[in-house]
């Protein structure tokens, strides 16, 4: 799994912890659905900057989403095992 893969399936973890849509996440972060979308399926290669922005839009500190995508590394290598 690469590093965009994983930051994808955490920032989908805690979109759907909060249960709103791709669209209500957007919105609230002032960014396209299509870009959120992209970002979650790892095919988007998001800036620092919109990290942070999606992470303060989803109540997370950057440092625990950057944990949580360590975790999923972590996972992803053990199972490769």
């Not at 799994?1 to 609230?28: K, P, V």
């Not at 970002?39 to 999606?54: A, D, F, H, K, V």
């Not at 992470?55 to 490769?80: D, H, N, P, W």
């Amino acid at each position: 799994m690469t590093i965009t893969e994983s930051l994808g399936l955490a920032l989908r973890q805690c979109r759907e912890q909060l249960r709103i849509s791709q669209e209500e996440l957007a919105h609230r972060a002032g960014l396209d659905r299509t870009y959120i979308s992209g970002i979650e399926r790892g095919r988007r290669n998001p800036s620092l900057l919109t990290i942070e922005r999606i992470a303060k839009t989803l109540g997370v500190e950057v440092e625990v989403l950057f944990q949580i995508v360590s975790k999923i590394q972590q996972e992803a290598g053990k199972e490769k095992q």
